[in-house]
């Protein structure tokens, strides 16, 4: 009887085109086979670990199953995710625990090919994407036109607003967080686009005081893009290139909170920034300091011995409320918020910058977040085609 279920097993797999070394049961296939074709079929290879800050989040994957219908996996809602992203982010993203689990609910993560056009390819119930350029926005921008019913994470149009750091904060001083528990501002900040060293007049103009943060205007994928600078004094701008965003510094207790949101859900961790700077220090200190990098896991603050005063997260109500007017200005699902506490006070907070699709792979039990963001897409699907049905 196992001799003969093996050889109607290797039949089935045989008609379906199905390799079934996955490392999940193949039941519910019926309708896979069709969806899959040629080098889609290759299972997805296991990535390295992070490189930054990513130890202890390797997985052995060795589990197998022969090729059976299970009646649960039949009633399950399969979700295929192709994905373009940079080699960079494919490798601190798509981490075998993050693939396996997703296996398991009955979702598959697709390379796009992008050598191919997009409408030949899938088909897709969603698509993520992290690219820079304005031939990939068109084809993105061309493939939600023609496929209206394929869930597109994020717009490029919405993305393209938080690679400017003078757009991303715009709207902000509009947001209904009246009734919450704390307050939310954006430091006062202007942009420079050419000759740093003539802004120093501007900068008093417009009412900043020193020190200023300095940031790139835009954000193009690069390192360089992403390091940002003190400035104690107006001689120290000239010693910045343009075009930049010169942003107030608001003392903080050297503490920020990182704010990740897949869709409804929100996580927040706890980041090193810089110290406090006094009167004293001000009138002492001159010149141009670079700022540590505090997004990487190195500089986590969530396990050190801190003041409660600064530790202590922002409340929940208002982070909920904050990140519901957000997403909805912002028209993304996939972003984190850099917020600070200004020194002092309780809840009075800061956003200093917003992040599209971050480094998820440094956020704890990051994979069942998305393994549950993906689930609600795949359920909010199903009820569209029974509603329409």
Not at 169 to 184: T, V
Not at 212 to 239: C, F, M, N
Request: hydrophobic share 40%; glycine share 6%; with cysteine.
């Amino acid at each position: 009887m196992f001799a003969s279920c093996e050889i109607e097993t290797a039949r089935l797999s045989r008609n379906l085109g199905i390799t079934c070394n996955l490392g999940f049961a193949c039941g519910g296939f019926e309708d896979f086979g069709m969806r899959f074709e040629g080098e889609n079929m290759v299972p997805t290879k296991a990535e390295e670990e992070e490189e930054d800050g990513g130890g202890g989040r390797e997985v052995a994957l060795t589990e197998t199953s022969p090729f059976q219908f299970h009646q649960p996996l039949l009633q399950q809602q399969k979700l295929v995710v192709g994905y373009a992203l940079t080699p960079k982010k494919k490798k601190s993203f798509l981490q075998p625990k993050l693939e396996v689990l997703a296996r398991r609910k009955g979702i598959f993560f697709v390379p796009i090919d992008l050598n191919r056009p997009l409408s030949e390819q899938g088909p897709f119930d969603v698509v993520l994407h992290k690219l820079l350029g304005k031939e990939w926005e068109e084809v993105i921008e061309d493939y939600q036109q023609n496929h209206p019913e394929v869930t597109v994470l994020d717009p490029p149009g919405s993305i393209q607003r938080i690679y400017n750091r003078q757009s991303m904060l715009q709207g902000m001083a509009d947001l209904h967080l009246s009734d919450c528990s704390g307050s939310i501002f954006v430091p006062k900040q202007m942009v420079v686009l050419k000759d740093s060293a003539a802004s120093a007049d501007k900068v008093v103009e417009a009412g900043l005081k020193f020190p200023l943060v300095a940031k790139p205007l835009w954000i193009d994928g690069t390192a360089k893009s992403h390091q940002l600078y003190l400035a104690y004094d107006r001689r120290s701008l000239a010693e910045l290139d343009p075009p930049l965003v010169l942003q107030e510094f608001v003392n903080h207790g050297g503490v920020m909170f990182k704010v990740f949101v897949v869709g409804d859900i929100i996580k927040v961790m706890r980041r090193f920034s810089l110290p406090n700077v006094s009167n004293c220090e001000k009138a002492k200190v001159d010149g141009v300091f670079q700022f540590p990098r505090v997004s990487s896991a190195s500089a986590s603050a969530d396990n050190a011995d801190l003041d409660p005063r600064v530790a202590e997260l922002p409340p929940k109500p208002f982070l909920e409320a904050l990140v519901k007017e957000l997403r909805s200005l912002l028209g993304l699902r996939l972003f984190n918020i850099d917020m600070i506490r200004e020194h002092g006070s309780k809840n009075t907070f800061y956003v200093i910058d917003i992040n599209y699709f971050p480094g998820y792979g440094k956020m704890p039990d990051y994979e069942n977040v998305f393994v549950d963001f993906f689930q609600n897409l795949a359920q909010t699907k199903h009820k569209k085609r029974q509603h329409c049905k």
